[in-house]
């Protein structure tokens, strides 16, 4: 695979605004089983059951079985694709805000 393969499995698994819930729900919580995620949430358990072999899939979150349970949390480095490629583009974002910053001054001194 490709380097742009963790990159695209993060970004294509946030894509989904009820993963994205569901992440969200997940990094809320110290450990969340299956059950809780389902509560309250609308979606099917077979359902978050597939957006969590996604997350799982992109390293965004681990699974720990306990008898009959198995508790999910937020993978502390999974987000770490997503974040190094966000820095590459932080040089092009503070020189426009630092260009803005001098014509902001410039207009209104």
């Not at 695979?1 to 695209?8: S, Y």
């Not at 009820?18 to 389902?38: C, P, Q, S, Y």
């Not at 992109?58 to 508790?71: I, Q």
């Amino acid at each position: 695979m490709n380097e742009a393969a963790p990159i695209t499995a993060v970004m294509r698994a946030l894509a989904d605004p009820t993963r994205r819930a569901v992440f969200e729900r997940i990094v809320g919580a110290e450990e969340i089983t299956v059950v809780e995620l389902t509560r309250g949430s609308g979606v099917t358990q077979g359902a978050i059951s597939q957006h969590l072999k996604t997350l799982k899939q992109a390293g965004l979150v681990a699974e720990r079985p306990e008898g009959r349970n198995v508790y999910y949390r937020a993978e502390p480095g999974g987000l770490e694709p997503l974040f190094d490629w966000m820095s590459h583009y932080a040089v092009f974002w503070r020189s426009r805000f630092a260009d803005l910053r001098t014509l902001l001054k410039e207009i209104d001194p």
